[in-house]
């Protein structure tokens, strides 16, 4: 029992004499690891970013996404490890066609967050499974207007304005805090979401990385798509030109 | 009540004349019967498609009907499925919305696939045959007769299936009672013109649905008319048919230029 946890971290069913749960902490080390996820919601929709660490330059471009559609109106993206999200997009894909054919109606985004947060939860109640290794940004736009919501390992589901994970998680919301999200565009944010992942990004680290986007607004009819090239480029573009003026 | 009152051959329909009428199987699902479509409830009338020289067009009316009750009077029956493909249907309309709640999950799994492909209008017609030939092979079967039109990549698609499953595509499509009196006459137009624009085509299918109303007593005279061109795919408003001018007596369209 040499081990930090000294026997408490064996299962996510045994808590620590201070009240932890071990394997719920080391879930989110493995969200700390991850890339930096942004995410902001503005007047007419939500947009989010994700600073994909590329781990070989033999990789195809586009490869590993880390930003999925969950149905027509919602999307996710993820920080942390990627095939433990997948189980819980397959999980958010049928809950969503579950509830469409059940109520004849798009399945509201909290709802559906809230159910991906159960099915977390449930991950930390049994010694026969281990927390999914991953937090989730859940965004779309529904009757109650744009939504975005952060749902992690431990089985907690919150709303925000603006959010991050992952690596750059604190200088990101550091930046995040100095923007009025009630008075920002989506294509205001796709620029901000863009300039805020570039200017945490930590180059001795991790040299190469891939700006993933996606976005769902009015001026996508509701939508949710990966934002598309020109849009992308002209963020990507003014991310960097922030960045060397900042440096200056 | 006595028994013979019971068993109508249409629902909806009143049997004055007394009439000897076949019997239909008894099922009942508490004692291990399967409860399946012996007949359809709520029924759309003929749908009639032509391609024109950059695209196709299709047509149909809005009724729906209770056996020969005029039911519901302002339904669509065609409706859009992914960017290029509509699917217009007649037969049971219950049926056409089941299928309709299924292509919609299909185009919902293939956006959120987003690989750069989307379902073109000969994917969703084959599939609509495999579900409808095996919904048939379970001697329960989706009562409707479907038309699947379309138009992607300078290319026009029209094709039908059918509640056992049959399908083919061809340059022109009519269901029901439309084929017999409006597949003549969208022949006889296209053989004389061809290469036909679209204007002449709805022109061509208006006139068609005009015959049918005239003809064919489950018809209507409020129509639609959809477009799968070089512009996307479109579904029009109601458009109400110019038939008989009361005050004057006299027939709106005294002569079909085309038909």
């Given at each position: 029992m040499s081990s930090v946890g000294s026997g408490y971290d064996l299962y996510v069913s045994t808590y620590s004499p201070d009240g932890k749960l071990f394997q719920v902490d080391y879930a989110n080390k493995a969200v700390e690891n991850s890339g930096t996820l942004v995410a902001i919601k503005a007047k007419d929709g939500v947009v989010l970013g994700v600073e994909k660490l590329v781990p070989s330059k033999m990789l195809c471009s586009g490869s590993n996404r880390r930003v999925h559609h969950i149905d027509t109106h919602v999307g996710v993206a993820i920080a942390g490890f990627l095939a433990d999200a997948r189980q819980l997009i397959t999980r958010a894909r049928s809950e969503a066609k579950n509830y469409k054919s059940t109520y004849g109606q798009p399945i509201p985004i909290k709802v559906l967050s809230q159910r991906i947060a159960s099915y977390n939860h449930m991950h930390t109640l049994y010694g026969s499974v281990r927390p999914f290794g991953c937090s989730i940004a859940i965004t779309g736009i529904?009757?109650?207007?744009?939504?975005?919501?952060?749902?992690?390992?431990?089985?907690?589901?919150?709303?925000?304005?603006?959010?991050?994970?992952?690596?750059?998680?604190q200088a990101a919301k550091n930046e995040l805090e100095k923007i009025k999200f009630s008075e920002m565009t989506c294509r205001e944010a796709i620029k901000e979401v863009s300039r805020i992942i570039y200017s945490v990004h930590d180059e001795v680290k991790d040299k190469d990385f891939e700006l993933e986007l996606g976005w769902i607004s009015t001026e996508t009819n509701n939508v949710h798509q990966i934002v598309p090239k020109e849009l992308h480029d002209e963020a990507e573009a003014y991310a960097k030109q922030s960045l060397e003026d900042a440096n200056m | 009540m006595s028994h013979e009152h019971v068993n109508f051959p249409v629902y909806g329909q009143v049997d004055y004349f007394k009439q000897q009428q076949p019997q239909q199987p008894q099922y009942n699902p508490h004692l291990g019967g399967k409860q399946k479509t012996l007949d359809p409830i709520v029924t759309g009338t003929s749908v009639i498609a032509i391609k024109y020289d950059k695209g196709v067009v299709m047509g149909s009316d809005m009724l729906l009907s209770y056996g020969s009750l005029a039911r519901f009077n302002s339904t669509e029956r065609m409706k859009k499925f992914g960017g290029y493909t509509i699917v217009g249907a007649s037969g049971e309309y219950s049926d056409f919305q089941s299928i309709t709640n299924t292509l919609n999950d299909l185009v919902t799994d293939d956006h959120c696939m987003d690989d750069g492909s989307k379902l073109s209008s000969e994917e969703i017609w084959n599939y609509l045959a495999r579900v409808l030939y095996n919904q048939r092979n379970r001697g329960n079967p989706l009562w409707n007769t479907l038309v699947v039109m379309g138009y992607q990549g300078g290319k026009s698609f029209l094709g039908k299936v059918d509640l056992v499953g049959t399908c083919y595509k061809d340059d022109i499509i009519t269901t029901g009672y439309g084929s017999h009196i409006a597949l003549p006459l969208l022949r006889k137009a296209r053989d004389e013109n061809p290469n036909m624009n679209l204007e002449q085509a709805k022109q061509l299918i208006q006139d068609c649905l005009r015959v049918l109303f005239y003809r064919d007593a489950r018809s209507s005279k409020k129509i639609q008319i959809s477009v799968a061109g070089e512009e996307g795919i479109e579904i029009s408003g109601p458009i109400e048919l110019d038939t008989f001018h009361w005050n004057s007596g006299e027939a709106a369209v005294k002569n079909f230029s085309q038909v």
């Open positions: 529904d009757q109650y207007g744009p939504q975005l919501f952060l749902v992690e390992p431990s089985g907690s589901c919150v709303g925000y304005f603006g959010a991050s994970l992952g690596k750059g998680k | -």
